[in-house]
């Protein structure tokens, strides 16, 4: 198995722990907080190494979800950030351009700039309409609303 399937295969793994982590919310222990972040880090360190910018990009969303989750707005607006630059640089549309404004609005809300989430929030819930995907635009409603 070559480095970058190796990569791939831990990078999946590590996303698959934070979703067990974290389900339809923050978890309830500070262990298994620190691990949920833990995890998204390590999944974004391995699709740095195995995938291309989509990968990044949606690595970088899911560690400022996480964080949001956990209430560290700082850090959540720094990877929420992150995730909208590589938005714009690679040309990301439908579902990623959508959660890239998601992750911002969800950012500001937890900093606590409401000024930021509000405007975030309706360029997502804009985008979010335009996702093709119908089983893609009700996930992403789903989350945007959860």
Known sequence: MSDTDLHREW?????????????????DDEGARREAVDAAHASLWHWQHAGGPLERQRGEWLVSHVYALVGDGASALRHAQRCWDITEAEGLTDFDYAYGCEGLARAYAIAGDAAGASEWRARATEAGARIA??????????????
């Open 11 to 27: 990078g999946k793994r590590a996303n698959q722990r934070v979703w067990s982590l974290i389900g339809d919310g923050a978890p």
């Open 133 to 146: 995907d119908t089983e893609d635009r009700a996930i992403f409603e789903s989350d945007l609303n959860g």
